[in-house]
């Protein structure tokens, strides 16, 4: 038997940054209009599922044919861990056991590439390891601020750009990973996850007015 693709898109109703910024007008459209229609472009999944609860959202979802799982308001709090709402998705699948490969969209992420969802699950099918997640390189001085005092993060740290050593951070572009082993451990990212590099534009995730406005602003150039 065929082994199946999921694709969750998880949305929340409310968000601390930025109001309803799942269902915020971006390009004539809600902004988690746009990943619906690009995950349905792909034409990887066997299964496209949107877990919220917003009415708003469902209706969205409806119009674009998608199906729609409504969240219990426990896992839809600024606390919740995204882990139990794809156990919760899951859970709630009659043909759960079907499914081997499970990916995550963020709607907030509406710069992500074909090439990279592609390039993920050939690299999960190809090696022994249990997800692949995306990264983007920063070359930042980052560091801890204690009573006005900066502590860098890095030791050893360069204070000229050019000589320091890059920094990467987890951004919500793309999460694939092997449902057996999710199930078991019942988280996304292990010892055993690949970190896929993207650039800085894919990378852009939208927590804040400001965000939005640079998101508006790259979009007219891209």
């Given amino acids: 038997m065929k082994k199946k693709v999921l694709a969750i898109i998880p949305a929340r109703a409310n968000s601390k940054g930025v109001k309803n910024k799942n269902i915020k007008i971006f390009k004539d459209k809600p902004l988690i209009e746009h990943t619906i229609s690009f995950v349905k472009d792909i034409g990887l999944f066997d299964e496209i599922i949107v877990s919220s609860d917003s009415l708003k959202i469902k209706k969205i979802s409806n119009k674009k044919k998608i199906k729609f799982h409504e ?83 890095a030791l050893n740290q360069q204070r000229r750009r050019q000589d320091r050593e890059s920094l990467f951070f987890e951004c919500g572009s793309v999460y694939c990973f092997k449902v057996n082993n999710f199930l078991k451990q019942k988280k996304i990212i292990d010892h055993k996850s690949y970190a896929f590099e993207i650039d800085e534009i894919e990378a852009l995730d939208i927590n804040s007015e400001n965000d939005f406005l640079i998101l508006n602003s790259l979009s007219r150039k891209l």
């Fill in 71 to 153: 969240r219990p308001k426990s896992l839809a709090l600024d606390d919740s861990k995204i882990e139990d709402t794809i156990l919760y998705t899951l859970d709630n699948l009659t043909d759960k056991d079907t499914y081997e490969y499970v990916f995550l969209f963020e709607p907030t992420t509406p710069f992500r590439k074909k090439k990279t969802v592609i390039d993920c699950f050939k690299i999960l099918k190809k090696n022994n390891i249990n997800s692949v997640f995306t990264v983007c390189r920063s070359n930042k001085y980052y560091g801890k601020v204690k009573n006005n005092n900066f502590f860098p993060l």
